[in-house]
């Protein structure tokens, strides 16, 4: 089992940042593939950047592509989301999840374990 918890939501203005973290315990969080989705109101769950369990390669959806950058830190058992330039379209609920390797990386439904979601809203 893997809990993770995310953090760093807010409400902030449009070209403005935030980071989120997802605080993971449990087995080990360097064992999986980490993600990012979020869900705004009335629309489905999205994919929004992935991370490879050693940190090697990255996955972005194209609309933050340039603009998020994801991370982890393994000795911290942490996932980060840098969100920069943000738009009033990013807004939503972001959700990290955990999935095994060798998985597609764009689809929640490979991802096994989730957080339960911190808000994002960006203002115009």
């Known amino acids: 089992q893997v809990q993770l918890v995310e953090s760093g939501g807010g409400l902030v203005q449009a070209g403005e940042s935030l980071r989120l973290s997802c605080a993971a315990s449990?087995?080990?969080?360097?064992?999986?593939?980490m993600g990012w989705f979020r869900q705004a109101p009335g629309k489905d769950r999205e994919f929004v950047a992935a991370i490879t369990w050693s940190g090697g390669t990255t996955y972005y959806a194209d609309s933050v592509k340039g603009r998020f950058i994801i991370s982890r830190d393994s000795a911290k058992n942490t996932g980060y989301l840098q969100m920069n330039s943000l738009r009033p379209e990013d807004t939503a609920v972001y959700y990290c999840a955990a999935k095994v390797s060798g998985t597609p990386y764009y689809s929640s439904w490979h991802y096994r374990y989730w957080g339960q979601g911190t808000q994002v809203t960006v203002s115009s």
């Open positions: 449990g087995r080990t969080f360097s064992d999986f593939d």
